[in-house]
């Protein structure tokens, strides 16, 4: 805290800041979506104007590098991530409200008064600080970070200061001997070291992946789960593939009844038309989670990991809430439901069963190795890595 009263701390305590670590060479890279801070005036302080940030990298007690973000990008960023922290937050409330905020923010306490939308903050504002608009952050070095410590500049009628917290690394290993959820050759798209808009942006999602099916079509030309231009799920190479458990477990919950038949044709389902779906699904009577999902299954693995199968074709899912699950077992086939744009299985590890706010866990699989040179040459890591595309070949009988 400043002697002027402004204060520093996480947005949601239960966030853990979860680095990517991998190996090349002699050559440790460390990869960190950032967490977002909230920033807080004591009512009785003067009005605090916010100024540049400095990110310092930290490996054993010692700074190996920094980050500068200037006056005009922190103003920006706060202008546009608290405008649409009060358009989650403030009346009237609504499910997709809170559902939006859970995903892209985590267990965030709701707010009695609005959030502060500039770079100066009155007595008794807050605001939310969203580091990973502001540093995409990546290091390698011959060391791995542990800790990076954010000094924010603050000016008042006081005079300037600086403001420092310190963001302690959880390094994580997934703690399962997991295999592959789809038997045979298949596609990752989206591993989170690069897919910067896409599940990382997500608090549950951050080490999500999609798995599809990249092969070459009856035209001779290769082409993502379909041949170009199918009008018709089945036409793609992944539909209704079997899902496989990833590991032993209990069945956290299911879904089943999400209807194949208004996503026949990906080339006409936009984005619009599942929102309509899904609303037209709630208004019925099913469950959010399952309305959003798709046909899922969710399993805890009884050792803190939570595995999440999202997107599968109606009436496959073969397990319900309470089901012991074997590794390897068949719970369900591919299919396109709810936020799905073509036939694809959505997969991802938790720390809790709550996929709206738990933390996302990197993920690896005993079947699908790092990789090899000279496409690659991983001597280490906690986490699938390369995208835009991952081929695994998988096989159910040698794992």
């Given at each position: ?353 709550d996929f709206q706010t738990a933390n996302g866990l990197p ?37």
């Amino acid at each position: 805290m400043t002697k002027d009263g402004l204060s520093v701390c996480p947005l949601v305590e239960t966030k853990k800041v979860i680095p990517i670590y991998f190996k090349n060479g002699d050559t440790w890279h460390t990869n960190v979506k950032l967490p977002d801070l909230l920033l807080r005036n004591h009512p009785q302080g003067p009005t605090v104007t916010l100024g540049g940030i400095v990110l310092s990298a930290i490996a054993d007690g010692k700074q190996v590098a920094s980050f500068q973000q200037d006056e005009e990008g922190v103003r920006n960023v706060i202008s546009e991530t608290n405008a649409l922290m009060n358009r989650l937050t403030q009346p009237p409330a609504s499910p997709w409200k809170a559902y939006n905020l859970h995903m892209l923010f985590g267990d965030v306490p709701m707010p009695q008064e609005p959030y502060a939308e500039s770079h100066q903050l009155e007595p008794g504002q807050a605001t939310c600080l969203r580091l990973q608009d502001l540093f995409p952050f990546h290091y390698a070095g011959r060391e791995k970070i542990d800790e990076i410590v954010c000094t924010i500049e603050a000016a008042s009628e006081s005079g300037s200061q600086t403001i420092e917290t310190r963001i302690r690394l959880t390094p994580y290993r997934c703690v399962g001997d997991y295999i592959f959820p789809i038997a045979g050759s298949a596609t990752i798209m989206g591993t989170p070291w690069n897919d910067v808009f896409g599940h990382r942006m997500a608090n549950s999602q951050e080490f999500a992946v999609d798995v599809v099916d990249y092969r070459r079509g009856d035209d001779g030309r290769f082409a993502l789960s379909s041949p170009p231009g199918s009008e018709n799920v089945k036409d793609y190479f992944l539909f209704e593939r079997e899902v496989l458990a990833v590991g032993d477990g209990i069945v956290v919950s299911a879904g089943n009844q999400w209807p194949n038949r208004w996503a026949e044709n990906p080339l006409n389902y936009s984005e619009e038309r599942i929102v309509e779906i899904t609303l037209e699904l709630l208004e019925k009577g099913m469950d959010f989670n399952h309305a959003i999902l798709g046909n899922y299954v969710i399993i805890d693995h009884e050792n803190g990991e939570f595995s999440l199968y999202a997107h599968m074709s109606e009436g496959t899912v073969t397990v319900d809430a309470g089901d012991a699950v074997k590794q390897g077992q068949v719970i369900g086939k591919v299919g396109n439901t709810s936020n799905s744009d073509s036939p694809h299985l959505h997969f991802h590890l938790m720390d809790s069963p709550d996929f709206q706010t738990a933390n996302g866990l990197p993920v690896l699989f005993k079947n699908v190795p790092l990789g090899q040179a000279p496409l690659s040459d991983f001597k280490e890591s906690n986490s699938l890595l390369y995208s835009d595309y991952l081929f695994a070949f998988a096989d159910r009988e040698n794992v």
